[in-house]
């Protein structure tokens, strides 16, 4: 099994309609993060979180919201999708004690709003 | 103005022919510099961290390098199964900081 586990792995979805992506992982990390990817945009980040009682927000957090239910779990929330929403969305995880600053990353989901 | 620029956009090689990737970075004060690789429809893995001015790291056929100012993965002989993307990140010396991605360098070796 996978480390960090993302679901939905693929989801269409219609515009206006509320959208839940999750997150759960097995390393044991403190820090988990929400980032979006788009051809010729790379990675930009969207919510991260230090730990249960830390929400953070990233370079693009207008339209989402996220909720850490605990260590081990980190869902993306879109209230109202709308078009510019699709992407291939990925979940990531390090560790606090960590000196590389290592980020472990879910297999992604992708999303379309039509 | 992006903190981190990866050169060229993609860059097509033909098997064995050596050649360098580019990142470049404009944060004020470094903790550190990271290199992953993305292989389509996966997410990145890991596969280096680079701290200080001049250090240097190996694996396989790639190795990266770091100056104050950028940083360079060098393929050596590449072979099919080294294309991907390659994604440098770096992130600021407070250390609480999330890492900052460039937008890649798509990389196609043939054959």
Redesign the interface.
Known sequence: DADVTQTPRNRITKTGKRIMLECSQTKGHDRMYWYRQDPGLGLRLIYYSFDVKDINKGEISDGYSVSRQAQAKFSLSLESAIPNQTALYFCATSDLDSNRGELFFGEGSRLTVL | EDQVTQSPEALRLQEGESSSLNCSYTVSGL??L?W?RQDP??????LF?LYSAGEEKEKERLKATLTKKESFLHITAPKPEDSATY?C?V?EDSG?T???????TRLSVIA
């Open positions: 903790r550190g990271f992953y429809g996966k997410g990145p893995e890991f961290t994604l990140a992130q609480n999330p890492l900052v991605f460039g937008k890649g």
